[in-house]
């Protein structure tokens, strides 16, 4: 079973729509994010979490909120979708106090279309 | 002036020759460096991290750092088709010890022609 999971992996919906994207890990990392990435563009930050109680603005969190439900569990709310927003969205994890610093781990990607 | 820089691509070599792929970071104290690869439509996957002047070697992987000049490499030798893909560059932008965040080059593309 894959580390990172996320749900859906695609989607699509209509400008106006507030829609979720969700991230599950079972690797036991304390810390989380959300990127998303557009072409030519590489990966942007948008929320990054460093555990349940710790919730952080990246590069580009407007239009964009974030939840972290428990250690494993760290979600992406669009509140009003546009069409700018579409983007494969990636969520990944990393290990508070590891050996190796920061190295972060990427969950398959949603891929949101806002028509 | 972006904080990671790399060149877009494509970069195509031919099989079995070494890719060299090259980075420059913008902030002097950065500390620690990464490889991704990402295969098309595909999440970035960790190839290589250095954190220390010189070279790290993992397999057909050589990491190259040199903070002085500001830059890190990455050399793929003895090339495969199985290679071709974008290579992301990314920098933890602060010492070790605070904030972990990584910031992201936007990626060389790699093919390596059979």
């Known amino acids: 079973d894959a580390d990172v999971t996320q749900t859906p992996r695609n989607r699509i919906t209509k400008t106006g729509k507030r829609i979720m994207l969700e991230c599950s890990q079972t690797k036991g990392h304390d810390r989380m994010y959300w990127y998303r990435q557009d072409p030519g563009l590489g990966l942007r930050l948008i929320y990054y979490?460093?555990?349940?109680?710790?919730?952080n603005k990246g590069e580009i969190s407007d239009g964009y909120s974030v939840s972290r439900q428990a250690q494993a569990k760290f979600s992406l709310s669009l509140e009003s979708a546009i069409p700018n927003q579409t983007a494969l969205y990636f969520c990944a994890t990393s290990d508070l106090g590891a050996g190796e610093d920061n190295e972060q781990f990427f969950g398959p990607g949603t891929r949101l279309t806002v028509l | 002036q972006k904080e990671v820089e790399q060149n877009s691509g494509p970069l195509s070599v031919p099989e079995g020759a070494i890719a060299s792929l090259n980075c420059t970071y913008s902030d002097r104290v950065s500390q620690s460096f990464f490889w991704y690869r990402q295969y098309s439509g595909k999440s970035p996957e960790l190839i290589m991290s250095i954190y220390s002047n010189g070279d790290k070697e993992d397999g057909r992987f050589t990491a190259q750092l040199n903070k002085a000049s500001q830059y890190v490499s990455l050399l793929i030798r003895d090339s495969q088709p199985s290679d071709s893909a974008t290579y992301l560059c990314?920098?933890?932008?602060?010492?070790?010890?605070?904030?972990?965040?990584?910031?992201f080059g936007s990626g060389t593309q790699l093919t390596v022609l059979p």
């Open positions: 990314a920098v933890n932008p602060r010492p070790s010890g605070s904030a972990r965040q990584l910031t």
């Open positions: 979490s460093f555990d349940v109680k710790d919730i």
